[in-house]
């Protein structure tokens, strides 16, 4: 089989739901800045993994770099079934600390949550937040000169891109960006 073909099997395998194949999902702890290499080797293994990413911007050396990161740092997620699987084999991987236990067994996510973050993610596992935002949610930047800033979402487009009310030095200033650069967050509370 050509590498193409291969490629389209494992992404849909990827994205098949747990219970159609008596699994469950399972969290395990990676070696800092290790996930990617942890899912590889998983993978290689035979074991099903969704690593989710966000959008992110690095700045160092008066340089700004947008990047994918892991939307949980030193951690991903592996399906597998405990009662036929070699769950021991995970915790020998190469990048993997350990799976996060209760008692002597693997602990479950629980039900949903990682099938919500599968379904709203691209197909390269970037978590997309902008699907549920309106005007008037406060959001975070994650991207850009602006990224780690809290704002007011004013408009989205139908293009993916939405303009944010951001207060910077006692005044308001709009910018314009990728709605993807947005994560939601909760109302801040009132002093």
């Avoid at 989710?52 to 700045?59: A, C, D, F, G």
């Avoid at 973050?117 to 975070?140: K, M, Q, W």
């Avoid at 303009?163 to 909760?186: C, F, K, N, Y």
Wanted: aromatic share 8%; net charge positive; hydrophobic share 40%.
């Amino acid at each position: 089989m050509n590498a193409q073909l291969m490629n389209a099997i494992e992404k849909r395998n990827m994205f098949v739901p747990p219970q159609q194949r008596s699994e469950r999902w399972y969290v395990v702890y990676t070696l800092p800045h290790r996930e990617p290499a942890a899912q590889l080797h998983l993978r290689n293994q035979g074991f099903r993994t969704f690593l989710p990413l966000v959008t992110k911007t690095i700045r160092h050396a008066r340089r700004y770099d947008t990047v994918m990161a892991p939307f949980f740092p030193q951690y991903l997620f592996v399906a597998f079934d405990l009662t036929r699987t070699r769950w021991r084999a995970v915790n020998g991987t190469r990048g993997v600390t350990t799976l996060i236990m209760q008692d002597d067994r693997p602990a479950p996510v629980q039900s949903g949550i990682v099938e919500t973050l599968i379904a709203s993610s691209s197909s390269v596992g970037e978590v997309l937040f902008c699907r549920d935002l309106t005007p008037g949610d406060h959001v975070r930047l994650m991207a850009g000169p602006f990224a780690g800033q809290l704002g007011i979402l004013q408009r989205l487009n139908g293009a993916g891109r939405v303009q944010v009310l951001l207060e910077i030095m006692g005044s308001h200033i709009s910018t314009e960006l990728h709605a993807r650069s947005l994560i939601p967050v909760s109302e801040p509370k009132a002093p």
